[in-house]
């Protein structure tokens, strides 16, 4: 990238500082960085300086001080960083919201008195007159310092050492909360499009969390339970209600309970996926997601925190999955299932979305697609969703060219149903979500063969059922024109192999090979009398009640009776946290 991109993403940067839209004004500053080579330069120090100034606006003291002194270390006389990073040791040392000790205060204390004098310093000596400003904020700041003893911050040590009501919170993500404290805020993707994501977070955070409420008396200095509530029934019992809404018809995005198909791990980034485009309004309503991870873990896990863990945006993360230590070094090596390194690859402005969704789909990394979809539905970069989707390699395969492969990981059934639901999800007009979903299954490769044959060519039973079930076509001629007469018989061919080897598989063929909505659900065909509906979902149709019948065993887990109920324990073992 050139440094004219880094000047215009500063310069937007600083638009939304103006703002006070912290966030966004981050983001802008961390792509213009991450386009520098040289990072020592005028311009990426000016950039580092701004990003500082925000961390400082928005309250993250201990990120400013982190920074300041990094920017320091590469440009030791830099006035700004020293008076930024004099402040923010002044506001942890007297913030009464901390739990600082008395030593910590008067650590933080020394220090900010040190970077002020040190700021003047420099200024005295360089005698710039525009930086008047910051030489009387600077005294202004060693004059309220001064005034600060020992008195003052041991007063507030004791406030918070007598506290009498304690509120003790047992959960896991507490542990990570303490153990990486740089949180990497400088990211590509604002707060609002992480919205679900972090709501994820929360909600897997309360299958595992337990608050106890203690009492310390202050003559004895002994603790008794006053009371404890555990959230992790309340959490399962919510997660069951999202999964079962995913299972059920028309999305099919979980196999419901007593289905032999395999469950996918509930990730952040497939329960986000899940909750931004299955959910409706209603359904919001009616489960109270937000209303209860706010109250279950509200004390636990900030915004920032959430944010932080959704994005895995702390900076000891972001050291360790450097390209430096054998990391990807781009969407089509990362999205295979490392979600750091696709976030860190956002935030450096890496541009390869349709690769990455290529191969997470190719090799079943659910993980990976529901990242890349999600991502897409709210236009990172400006990217539109469907046409990232047709996007071909080097072969001329599309992305769900790249789902029909996957012959391996269990989760191809999965990957079809992702692709085709986002693609509807993606636009609100009946006519382009038809024409949407009918691009995405039935594009064809360079030589002519559509994801649909091509399962059938590599005798892939799930995908086949799968495109049958979703309606996918051997050959589309709306969408690819008419078929060369080679690929009609070898399409022929493909078939009468496919023919040969059952029943169920021939059923799934001759659903392929219609062309009529108007057709049976269990053996494909098209009778001449009306077909007969479920009376659940009302959208599966049967020739006769034979075909009901038979098909019921496989229907009953898409159906609208579908249900999801799973125990903590089946959850300990199949719930991924970032």
């Known amino acids: 990238m050139s440094e004219d991109f880094a000047l215009r993403m500063k310069e937007q940067g600083n638009a939304f500082y103006k703002e006070k839209n912290y966030d966004d004004a981050l983001c802008c500053w961390a792509s ?29 003291y201990e990120r400013v001080v982190k920074e300041s002194t990094l920017l320091l270390q590469d440009d030791p006389r830099h006035a700004k960083s020293l008076a930024r990073r004099g402040t923010a040791r002044e506001k942890l040392a007297t913030n009464r919201g901390s739990l600082a000790t008395f030593q910590q205060r008067k650590e933080f204390h020394n220090q900010a008195v040190e970077d002020m004098k040190s700021c003047i310093e420099i ?106 509530m555990d959230y992790s029934e309340q959490g399962k019992d919510i997660l069951n209600k999202i999964l079962t809404t995913a299972a ?5 995005l979980f196999p419901a309970t007593g289905s032999n198909v395999r469950c996918p791990p509930i990730t952040v980034h497939l329960l986000a996926f899940y909750m931004r485009t299955c959910l409706s309004e209603k359904a919001w ?49 990362s ?42 539905l709210e236009r990172i970069d400006g990217k539109s969703l469907v046409p990232t989707m047709l996007e071909s390699d080097e072969a001329g395969c599309n992305t769900m060219m790249h789902a029909a492969n996957d012959m391996s990981s269990g989760f191809s059934w999965l990957s079809i149903r992702m692709l085709v639901h986002a693609a509807s999800f993606s636009t609100v007009d009946p006519t382009e979500k038809e024409m949407a979903v009918r691009t995405v299954l039935n ?30 076509r051997l050959y589309d001629k709306k969408i690819n024109g008419k078929a060369q007469t080679q690929m009609m018989k070898m399409q022929d061919m493909i078939m009468g192999q496919l023919d040969a080897m059952g029943e169920e598989v021939a059923n799934m063929t001759r659903a392929l090979k219609a062309t009529s909505d108007e057709l049976c659900s ?38 609208s009776s579908a249900k999801v109920n799973q125990d903590l324990d089946w959850f300990a073992s199949n719930v991924t946290a970032p």
């Open 248 to 252: 059920q018809v028309p999305f099919c």
């Open 123 to 228: 200024l005295n000596t360089e005698a710039d007159p525009g930086q008047e400003r910051l030489k009387r904020e600077c005294e202004q700041s060693l004059k309220r310092l001064s005034k600060l003893d020992d008195d003052y911050y041991t007063q507030i040590a004791e406030n918070l050492d007598n506290s009498i009501n304690k509120e003790k919170f047992d959960s896991g993500l507490w542990n990570t909360k303490y153990e990486i404290k740089s949180p990497w805020r400088a990211s590509a993707h604002p707060k609002s499009s992480m919205r679900f994501e972090m709501l994820a977070v929360r909600l897997i955070a309360t299958l595992e969390t337990t608050q106890t409420i203690t009492v310390l008396d202050a003559e004895t200095g002994e603790e008794t339970i006053k009371s404890k």
């Open 443 to 472: 594009k064809a490769d360079n030589f002519g063969f559509t994801p649909a044959l091509a399962s059938c060519s590599l005798m892939n039973q799930p995908t086949i059922e799968t495109f049958a079930q979703v309606g996918a």
């Open 32 to 60: 213009a960085l991450g386009s520098l080579r040289d990072k020592t330069s005028p311009l990426a120090i000016t950039i580092r300086s701004n990003s500082i100034m925000a961390y400082l606006s928005s309250g993250l």
């Open 522 to 559: 269990y053996c494909g065909r098209s009778p001449e009398k009306k077909l007969l509906s479920c009376g659940r979902c009302f959208l599966a149709k049967y020739c006769s009640g034979v075909c009901q019948k038979k098909h019921y065993k496989k229907h009953k887990f898409v159906c």
């Open 335 to 376: 999205a295979r299932g490392c979600m750091p390194c696709c976030f860190r690859l956002t935030r450096e402005g890496a541009k390869d979305w349709a690769a990455g969704l290529q191969q997470a789909v190719h090799f079943g990394k659910i993980e990976g697609a529901a990242f890349v979809l999600n991502r897409l």
């Open 285 to 333: 309503k009616e489960f109270k997601i937000e209303e209860f991870c706010e109250e279950a873990t509200k004390h636990i896990i900030t915004d920032d925190i959430a944010y932080a863990i959704a994005t895995h945006g702390y900076s000891e993360v972001q050291d360790k999955h450097n390209p430096l230590h054998g990391h990807g070094k781009s969407f089509a090596q």
